[in-house]
């Protein structure tokens, strides 16, 4: 069924991983402008100046593979009746949010200057959150597979 604990814990992966195009992962102020990174590139924002900052450079790579990662736990919802095939994604969708980290963490690398001085924003952090629900997601599947071997048993 479509409305069991695993579909919500799939949505909320992809829901994490979409908000990660908005939030920023590694931010370095100086005097004047301040450097983030983003999944879509690098931005730079004058510090005393309102409105948004400006792309410097885009990471069009890691923004793909950002969009095909929650789209891959978002199509993983409807293999709600294919359960070890959902189980198998969902475990292929950790080890691809666990590569999309680490690569977020080559980018992050990019900053003029280095990473000394940077501080992790909001959303360096979403990936562990979105694993935490991928496996949350695998409980809910062997949860549900127990229930069908024990109703199969009572037969």
Request: with cysteine.
């Amino acid at each position: 069924m479509i409305q069991r604990v695993q579909s919500i814990w799939l949505f909320l992966a992809a829901a994490i991983l979409v908000l990660m195009l908005f939030l920023p992962i590694v931010t370095k102020e100086n005097q004047t402008t301040e450097l983030s990174i983003h999944t879509v590139g690098l931005y730079q924002d004058v510090v005393n100046k309102p409105g948004p900052g400006v792309l410097k450079e885009t990471f069009t790579p890691l923004l793909i593979t950002n969009i095909a990662v929650a789209f891959m736990c978002f199509v993983n919802i409807f293999n709600f009746k294919r359960r070890v095939l959902q189980k198998r994604i969902a475990l292929i969708s950790i080890l691809l949010i666990i590569g999309f980290a680490f690569w977020c963490s080559v980018f992050a690398q990019k900053l003029p200057g280095g990473i000394e001085g940077a501080h992790f924003d909001f959303g360096a952090y979403l990936p562990a959150l979105s694993i935490l629900f991928c496996v949350l997601a695998i409980l809910g599947i062997n949860k549900d597979e127990r229930l069908i071997r024990s109703a199969e048993r009572l037969r």
